[in-house]
């Protein structure tokens, strides 16, 4: 079962780094909550954005795929307790060392990221 439920989770997370990568609105608002909220810092400026903010802001900038950058986004880890999980992933992108903490739950059945909480590593 916890196989079954891990790769479920790999699965959304694999959407959400397409999405972020292509720039692939349909493909966020898919595994996003509607209701998520994201928080963190780059190069120490503190960042807060609702789902809806983070996304129209990955539909007006250049993706990662457009600008001819390698994919090299991946999942570090996974915990599962019940219907509630956590990932940690390395996202490195547009000049960023990002490091994301996504909080997942299971919602009528779907997995769906809850939060996300990133900081940027120099």
């Known amino acids: 079962m916890y196989d079954k439920i891990?790769?479920?989770?790999?699965?959304?997370?694999?959407?959400?780094?397409?999405?972020?990568?292509?720039?692939?609105?349909?493909?966020?608002?898919?595994?996003?909550?509607p209701q998520a909220l994201l928080f963190g810092d780059i190069k120490g400026e503190p960042y807060f954005k609702t789902v809806t903010d983070y996304i129209d802001g990955v539909k007006s900038r250049s993706s990662p795929?457009?600008?001819q950058e390698d994919f090299k986004m991946e999942?570090?880890?996974?915990?599962?307790?019940?219907?509630?999980?956590?990932?940690?992933?390395?996202?490195?992108?547009?000049?960023?060392?990002y490091y994301d903490f996504l909080s997942l739950n299971l919602v009528q059945?779907?997995?769906k990221i809850v939060n996300k909480l990133f900081t940027h590593v120099e």
């Open 65 to 67: 795929k457009d600008l």
């Open 6 to 33: 891990s790769n479920e989770i790999k699965n959304v997370v694999s959407v959400y780094f397409q999405g972020i990568y292509n720039g692939e609105s349909d493909k966020l608002e898919n595994v996003f909550h």
């Open 109 to 111: 059945g779907e997995w």
């Open 75 to 97: 999942i570090l880890s996974i915990e599962i307790m019940g219907n509630i999980a956590t990932v940690k992933a390395h996202v490195p992108m547009l000049g960023f060392n």
